[in-house]
């Protein structure tokens, strides 16, 4: 694992080290052939005042600036400058009285042509030395030529001129230019570098408040939602809000296991609590066949109930499991519903009328068995949980070539709030007096089957307190 | 003891109740949260088996009102419900025993009887009066180490009035503490159970523990 800011941190310093160095060695490039070639110009400057102080005549060469107390950086002990000359390459001329028996190196120069070179001086300080060929200047005076009439001056031989002087001067000036470049550089770098820290630690810290907030929630805290101060970010928000999202769609889940896991522990638990006890008391009183024989109808009925319970989980998850098939057929809407009624209730909801509102010939083509069990369902549900002489209706419509159907009930205590669960395996809102049939499995159920067979199921109450289950998706025939 | 069993699973409360009743227990049978609130308005219990999840008033809703009102039967909470929170929230709300379905009859009967002898203020299940032992787990009662048969109306009155010692207890208020509302016991009734016990105490040889105050009632000194 890696820290996004040392990361980001460690990446743009680097990088700035990089550029900033690399325009470092420009600049120092640039500026230090700038300031080489100005210090070569002036040696070059006094290399051709030499030269003009050099004149062939009659007598041959003369070198005006060995003069004495001409040229005094040539003859002092102290920081002193060199020459040297030779004819044709090879016949030394003459050179500074400084060298003594020391010679300035020779490096071959084509007539005409300078070069530079850096050298040792004899004074054992760097120096830097010009070599240049050329003609020296024939100096002819007009007095002259009328007394010595006739005395010839002889053709110029080229000479090579060595000219050196020290470099530490230049190498100092290199030396200041580099060092208040890189210093810059390196105190740009600092500041940059803490800059960079700060505020790439500025930048992040939405992120950092982020997973701080996120490591401090747990399945104990599901509750928490991550919040921020101030301007939310556009790159924070989606994550944030996705987040939240998340965490709700947890805590739904969580709160969903936990009520199943009690609703199914109470369906489960009570049937078994009754065939225990009726187990105990049975041999409490085996003398009492009146007692024993009514405990085994009793048996005989939480059997029934649990192996009902236990074929709708089956069902369920045949359902899950993709295993269920739709097997379609033209089914007549409103004598089915009737039959279905009939069959559901079967007596218990005697005081409670079905009400269809079901177009007369409309046929549809769907699975009979599973409709028959969702209407059933959802008849047995109306007849249990809605008041005393309550009217359940059933009605259908064709919408949009599709027919929707609607079972609508008045309910007893029921919230909005409920709906959210009624699908939920075991969920009920509140027994009903007598009721051992239902196992809160029944919208589930129909859910399931629903989908199977392609259908909407969608729940309602409203403000009248009463419950509509609308299916929607059935198929009306096309014969 | 006189119990009332809430509980709307009627197979539950038929095996339940002809259990209990087995074991000298006076039974009245609520279905809902509502029949409870109700027994309890006119009837005093020394407990009442009570279910979580019942019709019309759940069963946390019926120990709030009933603690409310000043109610101090104690309560024994009997219910699917196996979860740490669902037991503190029933204890707290002033129920006196928790027990989870499915359970073991006898531990049902031991607790209920746990909670007579924490109501009557005797601790010990074994009580000895002049030589008469009352053994409320055996349910069975002995002299000088020798047994005394008696009927299960007879065994009720000794073990109620031995519990209560020094306390006098009308005709009235014995058939409401000891026989449940379905059993229509008249006075004469609990006069020729006190009769029939005192002549099986005699048998045995032991003292006559029953008193009679005229006018009053009865009661064991």
């Known amino acids: ?84 000359l030779w004819e044709n390459g090879v016949d030394l001329l003459i050179k500074s009285p400084l060298l003594g028996e020391t010679d300035l190196p020779l490096i071959g120069t084509e007539p005409g042509a300078h070069q530079f070179a850096d050298m040792t001086l004899p004074d054992g300080r760097n120096g830097r030395l010009i070599e240049i060929n050329f003609l020296p200047r024939v100096e002819i005076e007009d007095d002259e030529e009328d007394e010595d009439y006739g005395a010839e001056i002889p053709p110029p031989k080229p000479v090579t001129m060595v000219f050196s002087r020290e470099r530490e001067s230049l190498d100092d000036t290199l030396f200041a230019i580099a060092s208040t470049i890189f210093g810059v550089i390196v105190i740009v770098l600092l500041i940059s570098g803490l800059l960079i820290w700060r505020l790439v630690g500025n930048g992040l810290s939405p992120l950092s408040n982020l997973a701080k907030q996120v490591s401090t929630i747990d399945e104990s805290n599901l509750d928490a939602r991550l919040n921020h101060e101030g301007a939310q970010s556009v790159e924070i928000a989606p994550i944030e809000n996705q987040i939240n999202h998340l965490l709700e769609r947890l805590q739904s889940a969580f709160e969903r296991e936990k009520r199943f896991s009690a609703n199914a522990a109470h369906e489960l638990r009570t049937p078994l609590s009754e065939l225990k006890t009726l187990a105990e008391v049975a041999k409490m009183v085996p003398d009492d066949r009146e007692q024993v024989l009514s405990f085994f109808d009793d048996i005989g009925e939480i059997s029934g109930q649990m ?42 909801g005697a005081d409670k009328v079905l009400r269809r509102h079901i177009p007369e010939g409309l046929v549809i083509n769907t699975d009979r068995e599973k409709l028959g069990m969702i209407l059933s369902n959802l008849f047995v549900n109306a007849v249990s949980y809605s008041p005393d002489n309550a009217e359940i209706a059933i009605n259908a419509e064709i919408r949009n070539d599709n027919v929707v159907l609607e079972v609508r009930n008045a309910s007893i205590d029921l919230k909005p709030e409920d709906i959210l669960h009624m699908k939920d395996r075991f969920w009920r809102k509140q027994k009903v007096h007598g009721e051992s049939g239902h196992s809160g499995l029944g919208l589930t159920l129909v859910d399931a089957l629903a989908g199977v067979m392609k259908l909407d199921v969608s729940l309602r109450l409203d403000n009248q307190q009463t419950f509509m289950v609308t299916i929607s998706g059935l198929s009306p025939s096309v014969h | 003891m006189k119990l009332l069993l809430v509980e709307d699973s009627e197979r539950l409360q038929r095996s339940l109740s002809t259990g209990l009743k087995k074991h000298g227990f006076a039974v009245d049978q609520a279905f809902d949260g509502e029949e409870a609130l109700a027994y309890t308005a006119v ?97 069975q009662v002995s002299f000088d180490d020798q047994p005394v048969t008696l009927t299960p109306h007879e065994y009720q009155l000794l073990e109620f009035l031995a519990r209560r010692r020094g306390r006098v207890f009308s005709h009235d208020q014995l058939i409401d503490q000891l026989y449940d509302a379905g059993s229509y016991v008249t006075r004469n009734a609990v006069e020729a159970h006190i009769s029939a016990l005192r002549k099986r105490l005699n048998s045995a040889g032991a003292p006559n523990l029953v008193i009679t105050r005229r006018g009053f009632g009865y009661l064991i000194e």
């Open chain 2, 43 to 139: 009837n005093q219990y020394d407990a009442i088996v009570l279910d979580l999840m019942l019709p019309k008033i759940d069963g946390l809703t019926v120990l709030s009102k009933l603690r409310n009102e000043g109610k101090d039967c104690h309560v024994l909470i009997l219910s699917a419900n196996d979860q740490t929170e669902d037991r503190v929230r029933g204890l707290d709300l002033g129920a006196d025993d928790y027990l989870v379905k499915p359970f073991a009859f006898n531990e049902l009967v031991s607790r209920l009887q746990a909670l007579n002898r924490r109501r009557s203020g005797v601790k010990s299940p074994v009580i000895e009066i002049e030589g008469i032992k009352v053994d409320s787990v055996a349910r």
């Open chain 1, 307 to 348: 192996e009902k319970m236990v074929a709708t989980l089956l069902e369920l998850s045949r359902s899950e499991a993709g295993l269920l098939r739709t097997d379609p057929e033209n089914i007549e809407l409103a004598g089915f519903c009737e039959q279905i009624w009939l069959h559901a209730v079967n007596g218990q």
């Open chain 1, 1 to 84: 694992m890696y820290s996004i800011r040392n990361k980001l941190n460690l990446t743009i310093i680097g990088s700035m080290i990089v550029v900033l160095s690399i325009t470092a060695g420009f600049l120092y490039l640039r500026v230090s052939g700038h300031v080489a070639k100005v210090f070569d110009d002036a040696i070059y400057d006094k290399a051709q005042a030499l030269i003009s102080l050099t004149e062939l005549d009659e007598e041959g060469l003369e070198f005006d600036f060995a003069e004495e107390g001409v040229m005094l950086e040539f003859q002092q002990h102290q920081l002193p400058q060199y020459y040297q």
